[in-house]
């Protein structure tokens, strides 16, 4: 084996040469950026790929089939073409690989490669020349398309996205290697090995066709990038004027130079609430001219930064010491509101680039702040406030949210997720009716965790099915264990949400748990919020009338805590109504008068009542006169574990 490649490199050490240069070149085109251990490695890595493996494995490959078959000129020049060929697909493709760009970035890289040695291998006439003409070349050809494939290295350009690139590339590949001189050079060293004429027509036509391949992709490139950057340059909005979003990204960095090194910066997300109001009141040109307006606000108020649109939102990044200056904004689009409650309100967010980062990751840095301002605006949402902080405790929240959504799974498998039952007494008996069943994360890091943390991220992320089925599912397993020690099974109701409708089949689910454990429908009561009616009301209506036809009762949750109850009341057939706490919280004669006309009404439509939030005798006392059928709330029990549960109801069993 050492004398083959001996004898090998004796005659081609110009590819050994050249995969010193290739894996230089590689190096400086994409791993510039790496840490010097990854460089190296990388480095190696592109040396390994270079055409010197592709001809090593060409000759060998060669040398093993040729002797088996009766070869000719052409069927010579044919074999030793589609060698190379064949050799070149897998050394591409992991070049492709640990270049970690686009097919098109690696084939097009390659492809210079192979045009200097091809085209040095046409004009030497000896080794020393061959050597001399591949470094000059590889080195020429690497600063003539040095800027063009560093810019299709880009997540997306248009000519990467275009097929035609990529294809026509393995085209002059394809042409490249197959023109006689080139294989018969280093495969058998004959000069009588192909015609003359016929060599010398061929490598004339593979230097013309290399040179007007050059010619064309430098001419069509450098046409694409200057319509691109034209674009990017005058990337405005062409409403406010403001920038794009993706301008921003690009080009954010540039107005660090207008701010101080020392100066703290912050990061803002703002959005425009009831916008959608104001345009239909003062038409959709006036909504134009507001958010025109906004924007030259901005640009007044914060000269140094760069100011972005997307839709209704705003985005920038500023000087702490500025940040009070949206309050002015803040009251001047107030002044523009004719009765439609229109309000600027904006997220703040630290923002400390770290300029020794790569590019990538100074993005994603950036991303991550423009998230953040997003999560403090969000907190503010339905708050009487106009500017929202980004602070520990919101940063807190994120960091649950995130950890909620990436452990659901093991939350159920592990039962981190624990059922609590809240007792609901009759009113009128005074006796355990039945208990609502509820659950709460009992999380190995971060403790006990109420609903509010974790259900809005799961409904969210449309993955909250995924609790009311292990409630459900919990219920039976207490079922089960009641069952074996011979104690009355209470029934239970449990919540459902809109998105438990899309995310799976709920019906099924239920059904099968339902089974499983032996219960009966009468025991298992869904419980739908008044805010799930609103949003979609035909599917909920279609929701409700199917769970009826399966045996279930239907609970209304949250009664009263809407702005549409009565509507919801003629559109849809409930078996229980529950009352909103809300009204007991304030216990005046305006809440009692309401409550007590609910109950009436519900009684003659023929619904059972629940009031939520009992806390005290005097309220109790009022529910019972007023004619309500089961009470709820902290004067019996909060919600508890099954255990607590028999201890605490024990007077009311």
């Known amino acids: 084996m050492l004398a083959w490649f001996t004898t090998f490199y004796a005659r081609n050490h110009t590819f050994l040469l050249q995969a010193f240069l290739i894996a230089l070149i590689t190096d400086q085109l994409f791993f510039k950026e790496e840490s010097i251990p990854k460089r190296i490695g990388k480095s190696l890595g592109a040396f390994l790929l270079s055409l010197n493996t592709s001809m090593i494995m060409t000759v060998f490959l060669y040398q093993k089939l040729s002797p088996l078959l009766s070869l000719n000129v052409l069927s010579d020049f044919f074999l030793a073409t589609g060698l190379i060929l064949l050799t070149l697909i897998p050394v591409i493709f992991l070049y492709q690989r640990l270049i970690n760009k686009k097919p098109s970035v690696a084939v097009f890289t390659y492809c210079q490669f192979v045009i200097a040695a091809e085209i040095s291998s046409l004009l030497a006439n000896q080794n020393w020349q061959w050597d001399f003409f591949t470094i000059i070349l590889t080195l020429c050809l690497y600063f003539l398309f040095k800027k063009e494939i560093r810019y299709i290295s880009q997540e997306q350009t248009v000519i990467t996205e275009d097929s035609r690139f990529f294809w026509s590339t393995v085209l002059c590949i394809i042409l490249v290697v197959a023109q006689a001189e080139f294989p018969r050079m280093f495969l058998n060293g004959s000069n009588s090995a192909v015609p003359t004429p016929i060599a010398y027509v061929v490598s004339f036509l593979a230097i013309i066709s290399c040179i007007m391949y050059v010619v064309f992709m430098k001419f069509n490139i450098f046409s694409v990038t200057r319509y691109e950057s034209y674009l990017k340059k005058y990337d405005d909005d062409q409403l406010t004027g403001a920038k794009s979003l993706h301008y921003f990204m690009e080009h954010y960095e540039e107005s660090f130079k207008q701010f101080d090194k020392k100066q703290e910066l912050t990061i803002f997300y703002s959005s425009l609430v009831n ?379």
């Open 275 to 653: 916008l959608h109001d104001y345009n239909l009141t003062n038409g959709y040109q006036a909504g134009s001219n507001l958010l025109k307006f906004i924007c030259q606000q901005l640009q007044e108020q914060f000269p140094k930064s760069i100011i972005s649109r997307n839709g209704a939102h705003f985005i920038g990044i500023i000087e702490k010491q500025d940040e009070d200056n949206f309050s002015k904004i803040i009251k001047a689009v107030a002044a523009r509101s004719t009765g439609e409650t229109l309000l600027f309100k904006v997220g703040l967010a630290p923002f400390k680039p770290s300029r020794h980062l790569l590019r990538r990751q100074r993005n994603t840095e950036l991303l991550h702040g423009l998230d953040q301002a997003a999560s403090a605006l969000h907190s503010i949402k339905l708050k009487n406030a106009s500017i929202g902080y980004y602070d520990d405790q919101l940063a807190k929240a994120d960091e649950i949210r995130v950890h909620v959504l990436s452990e659901i799974d093991q939350a159920c498998r592990d039962n981190w997720l624990k059922i609590y039952y809240q007792p609901l007494i009759d009113i009128q008996n005074m006796k355990l009716a039945e208990c609502e069943a509820l659950s709460r994360w009992i999380d190995p890091k971060y403790g006990f965790l109420f609903p509010d943390k974790f259900i809005p991220a799961l409904e969210a992320n449309r993955e909250v099915y995924k609790v009311d089925c292990h409630v459900l599912e919990g219920y039976g397993q207490d079922a089960e264990f009641l069952r074996k020690k011979e104690k009355e099974i209470f029934p239970i109701s449990f919540n459902i949400s809109r998105t438990d409708l899309e995310a799976c089949d709920i019906y099924q689910k239920i059904e099968d748990t339902v089974a499983r454990y032996g219960l009966s429908r009468d025991q298992v009561h869904i419980e739908i919020t008044e805010s799930a009616l609103n949003d979609s009301s035909q599917a909920m209506v279609e929701a409700v009338q199917h769970f009826h036809d399966l045996g279930y009762q239907v609970w209304m949750d949250d009664f009263g805590s809407g702005y549409s109850s009565l509507n919801v009341l003629k559109d849809y057939h409930f078996d229980v109504i529950k009352i909103d706490m809300v009204f007991l919280r304030r216990f005046d004669d305006r809440s009692k008068t309401i409550v007590r006309n609910i109950c009436q009404m519900a009684k003659e439509l023929g619904i059972r009542t629940v009031c939520e939030g009992v806390e005290t005798q005097e309220q109790f006392d009022f529910l019972k006169e007023a004619g309500c059928n089961l009470a709820q709330g902290f004067l019996f029990s909060p919600p508890v574990s099954l255990a607590d549960l028999y201890k605490k109801m024990a007077p009311y069993l």
